[in-house]
């Protein structure tokens, strides 16, 4: 696997897959999504909403109040960001 890539244990496959119903193969897939969701870091979670709400034509102001908004909603906490910070984030 890459560097940086979690490799979910085989116990947990197992169980997602027994209690699920999935294939051995779609619950691994499954369980990878979720430990990459849960072990993204702040950086890159605000590059990728910012790049995916450009895609819609969302305005920087108000993406980055909606991208401070997810954070404080964010299932890992992440430190409270201004728009400067975010901007800093996204553009250096």
Do not use: C, K
């Amino acid at each position: 696997m890459s560097e940086g890539v979690l490799v979910p244990a085989d116990d947990l496959v197992e169980q997602v897959s027994r209690t699920t119903g999935l294939s051995p193969d779609d619950a691994r897939r499954v369980v990878a999504d979720v430990l990459a969701y849960f072990t993204e870091t702040t950086e890159d979670y605000v590059r990728r909403r910012h790049a995916e709400l450009q895609v819609y034509g969302v305005r920087n102001d108000e993406i980055f109040a909606r991208v401070a908004a997810e954070l404080r909603q964010w299932p890992v906490r992440s430190p409270e960001l201004s728009a400067r910070q975010l901007r800093r984030i996204v553009y250096g």
